[in-house]
């Protein structure tokens, strides 16, 4: 059974940084895409990112420029970089398969401040 586990969530100001990790374990990573997602408050989750196996990248519009998504087959471990953060990507982030295939983690809360 695949295990996600989020880290590197957090309280920043608006314009700060921050870097998210996502270790998978139990599936055969290095042959899956893999999405960062995130639910805001009141909103349904949504797709922030995603990483092909030879690593190509995708970016949901909202985050294009600002956010990095990259991936360490060799620590089955996905990380996004975060910069320029505004207080409207505050939510709760996940990954995920992409499409959604496994069992959701517990994600990690990021919190911007105005």
């Known amino acids: 059974q695949v295990q996600l586990v989020e880290s590197g969530g957090g309280l920043v100001q608006a314009g700060g940084s921050l870097r998210l990790s996502c270790a998978v374990s139990g599936s055969t990573f290095s042959i899956n895409t893999i999405g960062w997602y995130r639910r805001a408050p009141g909103k349904q989750r949504e797709l922030v990112a995603n990483i092909t196996p030879g690593g190509s990248t995708n970016y949901a519009g909202s985050v294009k420029g600002r956010f990095t998504i990259s991936r360490d087959n060799a620590k089955n471990t996905v990380y996004l970089q975060m910069n320029s953060l505004k207080p409207e990507d505050t939510a709760v982030y996940y990954c995920?398969?992409?499409?959604?295939?496994?069992?959701w983690g517990r994600g990690t809360q990021v919190t911007v401040s105005s």
């Open positions: 995920n398969a992409y499409p959604v295939s496994w069992t």
